[in-house]
């Protein structure tokens, strides 16, 4: 933007860090220039009129004047704070999960009004629905979609034959599943069960509202999140950081010690793990 000094978007802020003694460096992603990362200065000192609008999972109406290396937060008003995410354990933390995807998969200043769209659908289900594996799981296979990864459900990645109701198995470096015949030369593949097969198929094509009618029981909600896990990792080429407090928090709430689980490495299951299909309704 050439010639202009200041400007004004709305933005989710993903990301915070300390600088100096009252200011802090936020990474935000906005509705118009996608992920930018400014200094909001003085925020830190109790009578800063920015205060609680830069908040972390906060949509805020914000202007900033561009900086020599980063841009500068002059003015921010809270469009939306997402209390009820932020007043529960469970989907604070979800909510962390969602912002470090976002961070972590976009550059900076790569203007996506879908994944911002997706990014504050998101935090509203995440605020309002009775859990939050479902609406973890919808953005997840949407947002792969926007940023280019949508994986091959459809047609075996290899072959492009139509995959048959059956027991397939996902093979992330392929893009997608693989029918039986195509698994069997591919190295570090995953079982994929015919149920968790459909709900992902479907939930790759409907909107929210189809998808939250879905109801999954604990091995197929299990299943699907280790899907996604396994192929946003071969993505990245590394761990998301939430992932292991998600899984601390499932534990304990099914009243188990924590220990750190295995990673979801493919290939780590045998051709025979997770070959039934779990009874999740479809």
């Given at each position: ?8 978007t709305e933005?989710?802020?993903l ?17 118009d ?9 003085g925020?830190r000192?109790?009578a ?5 609008h830069?908040?972390?999972l ?38 962390f999960?969602?912002?470090e995807?976002?961070?972590?998969f ?12 997706l990014a ?5 289900r ?6 939050t594996?479902?609406?973890l ?6 947002l792969?979609?926007?940023l280019g990864?949508?994986?091959e ?16 198995y ?6 997608g599943?693989l ?5 069997c030369d591919k190295?570090?593949v995953?079982?994929?069960s015919?149920?968790a097969?459909?709900?992902l ?10 998808a939250?009618?879905v ?7 299990r299943e ?6 396994i ?5 990245l080429?590394?761990e998301?950081?939430a ?15 924590f ?11 045998s051709r025979t ?10």
């Amino acid at each position: 933007m050439p010639g202009v000094r200041s400007y004004k978007t709305e933005a989710i802020v993903l990301k915070q860090m300390k600088l100096g003694e009252a200011d802090k460096i936020l990474t935000l992603y906005t509705r118009d220039f996608g992920k930018v990362r400014a200094v909001a200065k003085g925020v830190r000192r109790p009578a800063s009129k920015l205060g609680g609008h830069l908040d972390l999972l906060t949509c805020s109406e914000l202007m900033l004047a561009h900086g020599r290396n980063l841009d500068i937060v002059t003015q921010a008003q809270t469009v939306e704070g997402f209390m009820p995410l932020k007043s529960d354990l469970a989907r604070l933390s979800a909510g962390f999960y969602v912002v470090e995807l976002i961070d972590v998969f976009t550059d900076e200043r790569m203007e996506s009004p879908a994944v911002y769209s997706l990014a504050l659908e998101v935090l509203h289900r995440l605020s309002e629905a009775p859990e939050t594996e479902c609406a973890l799981r919808y953005f997840e296979l949407q947002l792969v979609h926007h940023l280019g990864y949508r994986p091959e459900l459809r047609n075996c990645a290899t072959c492009h034959e139509v995959l048959a109701p059956a027991t397939n198995y996902f093979h992330p470096a392929s893009g997608g599943v693989l029918c039986p015949r195509c698994s069997c030369d591919k190295p570090l593949v995953r079982p994929l069960s015919l149920n968790a097969f459909k709900v992902l198929r479907l939930w790759q094509e409907c909107d929210y509202a189809t998808a939250s009618r879905v109801r999954l029981d604990a091995p197929l909600a299990r299943e699907i999140e280790m899907v996604m896990r396994i192929y946003i990792r071969f993505l990245l080429e590394r761990e998301v950081k939430a992932t292991a407090w998600l899984d601390k928090l499932k534990q304990e709430e099914l009243g188990r010690p924590f220990r750190v689980l295995p990673q979801p490495i493919p290939g780590d299951a045998s051709r025979t793990e997770d070959s039934s299909q779990p009874n999740g309704a479809v």
